[in-house]
C-alpha cells in the first residue's frame, strides 16, 4: 500500500487565499471537479431555482434578466450589408444595389413570423425570447429546419428548444462521451444533440410519449449546422450553460 504524504506548505498563496488557519478562510469548505460535475449534475436545481425568482421570488432578479435583455437585445439586431466591392469586381453602385436587395430580401424573411416554427414571433421577437432562456435557464437551443410554407419563398424555420429538452437519453449508448444530452468526441467537439420530443415534466392530456432523438450538429452530406447551442462559457471543457442568477441565488 503507497502512503499519500501530504507536502507541508508555508509561503506564496498558502498565506492568503490557499490559507488552511486563517480564521476568515478557515471554516470554508472548497470542492471543486470538472465542468461535467460541478455544472452539468447541478443544472436542473439551478434552472429551478433562477425560474422561481424571476416568476416572483425576488424582483431584483426578474429585474436584472430583463434589464439586460432590454438593453442588449432591444427591437432585435438587423441585417446590415457591407461587401467588399473591390475584391469581388463590382462598382461602388452595383454592391450598393446588392447590398439593398439582399436587405430587403432578409426583412421580408425576418418580419414575417412565417420564420418561426410555431408562427408565433418574427426573428426580431426570437432574439429577445432565445437571450432571455439563456439568461434565465443556462442556454438554448435552435434547430434550423427547412418547413414549405403557402405564400413563403423561404423555407428556413427558427425552433427554439428549452434547455429542458436536451437531456441525456434514457439508455446511453456504450462508449460514447455524452454531458447532459450534449455527445461530443475526444476533441471536446459536440458531435451530436438528444433532444426530448415534448418537455420532460409537461402533463399536458394527448401528447406524445417522451423520446430522445439523436441529431447529428453538422449536416452528414452538406456540412450544415443543424444545432446551434447558446451558452456562456466560464470554464473549459463545459457542454452546458450556468444560469445568470446562479451565483447570486443563496443571497
Sequence with gaps: MVRKIKKFTNSGYSHYGASRTKPSVSGWFSNSKSPAEDITDNLELLRERSRDLYAGGGPLGRGAIDRIVLNSVGPGLTLN?????????????????????????????????????????????????????????????????????????????????????????????????????????????PTAYYIANRHPESELAGQKRLEYTRIPAFGHLSGRRNILHLLPFERIGQHRGVPFLAPVIET
Design 81 to 189: 450589408c457591407r461587401i467588399g466591392a473591390e475584391s469581388l469586381g463590382l462598382t461602388e453602385e452595383q454592391a450598393a444595389e446588392w447590398e439593398q436587395n439582399t436587405e430587403n430580401e432578409f426583412c421580408f424573411w425576418a418580419e414575417s413570423k412565417n420564420c418561426d416554427i410555431t408562427r408565433y414571433m418574427n426573428f426580431y421577437e426570437l432574439q429577445s425570447l432565445c437571450f432571455k432562456s439563456v439568461l434565465l435557464n443556462g442556454d438554448a437551443v435552435v434547430l434550423l429546419p427547412m418547413r414549405k410554407t403557402r405564400n413563403c419563398p423561404y423555407d428556413l424555420r427558427i425552433s427554439l428548444i428549452e434547455g429542458d429538452r436536451l437531456h441525456d437519453p434514457f439508455f446511453k449508448p456504450y462508449g460514447v462521451l455524452i454531458d447532459g444530452g450534449v455527445e461530443f468526441n475526444d476533441d471536446g467537439t
